[in-house]
């Protein structure tokens, strides 16, 4: 069984002092509801579980009778910082799970061919993440207003979501975070720390996150508005 958890519990400070980005308008949906969607029609997920703020269930309930969102959902209440929402949500899940993809709330294009790439690479190797390589030339400072240096790109990569993952190691990678008491903003970084590999699978077409508020027309524009 294969799950998907979505994590819609975050504040989205840089979007702005109360602005909850997940539920900003874009291409006539709530940007929630877009990656919703994406997971709910994707014929490699069986179930989603969405963690969200507390007081949240009843908005996200209507949700799904708004969109006509058949998939077997749950929702799990987050905590206080990311990765304390991801372990709620791998709490969550049926005992016959034996893949999660881990997916932020604020990413809406995932494409169908992108989460079963990764889900596939997941059985494989234990761990995949959604990625891109940097096309950008990246610079180096060391007083934060000049360049040190340039870095070689050749080697880097931008990560993404969905972070995809056999359910038995990303609860030991978590388990391992927890017990240093260090707090990650991406799951593979925990993966990292227990020396599981994580395969990088590039998408075909643009994966982008809503950040700030320029992102939202080009994400419109790709969600066909």
Known sequence: MTAALIVA?????????????????????????????????APSIDEIILVIREGRSEQFAALAVQFGFHKPFRLVVGGAERQDSVWNGLAALAPETEIVAIQDAARPCTSADLIAATIQAARETGAAVAAQPVTDTIKATDDGRTI??????????????????????????????????????????????????????????????????????????????
């Open 9 to 41: 519990a975050g504040q989205g400070t840089r979007m702005g002092a109360n602005v909850d980005k997940v539920w900003l308008e874009v291409a006539g949906r709530p940007v929630v509801a877009h990656t919703w969607r994406q997971f709910n029609d």
């Open 148 to 225: 040190a240096r340039t870095v070689d790109r050749s080697k880097l990569w931008s990560v993404q979501t969905p972070q995809t993952f056999r359910v038995e190691i990303i609860r030991r990678a978590l388990a391992a975070a927890r017990e240093r008491n260090l707090q990650l903003t991406d799951d593979t970084a925990a993966c990292e720390l227990i020396g599981q590999p994580v395969r990088l699978i590039a998408g075909a077409t643009p994966n982008p996150k809503v950040t700030v508020p320029a992102d939202l027309p080009f994400i419109a524009s790709l969600l066909g508005a």
